[in-house]
């Protein structure tokens, strides 16, 4: 079983930015496929950012290519969202989460999460 913490999240003014953490313990981390998602107020859990085990392979929703940058340190079990010009529209829930199927944004194909980080980015 894996446990997940994530961290940084907070309030941020539009065009800033913030890094989260997720910090994994339990389980052969460098296995696993790891995930951010994100779910705004009246919203269903959607896909952020994936990683795949070795972080050579990364994926990114559309909306946040080219601001978003996932990463990881399998030696410190830890996995990283840098987030930069960020806008209203990225406030929510973030959480990250680990699967055994690489490249999945199906929420349902996670094994384990995270309780989440808030992130509110005001205009």
């Known amino acids: 079983q894996v446990q997940l913490v994530e961290s940084g999240g907070g309030f941020v003014q539009a065009g800033g930015s913030l890094r989260l953490s997720c910090a994994a313990s339990?389980?052969?981390?460098?296995?696993?496929?790891v995930g951010w998602f994100r779910q705004a107020p009246g919203k269903g859990r959607a896909f952020v950012a994936g990683?795949?085990?070795?972080?050579?392979?990364?994926s990114y929703e559309d909306s946040v290519k080219g601001r978003f940058t996932i990463s990881r340190d399998n030696a410190k079990n830890t996995v990283y969202l840098q987030m930069n010009s960020l806008k209203p529209d990225d406030t929510a829930v973030y959480y990250c989460?680990?699967?055994?199927?690489?490249?999945?944004?199906?929420?349902?194909?996670?094994?384990?999460w995270g309780q989440g980080t808030q992130v509110t980015v005001s205009s």
């Open positions: 339990g389980g052969t981390f460098s296995s696993y496929y």
């Open positions: 990683i795949t085990g070795g972080g050579s392979v990364t």
């Open positions: 989460a680990v699967s055994q199927i690489n490249y999945t944004t199906r929420s349902s194909q996670y094994n384990y």
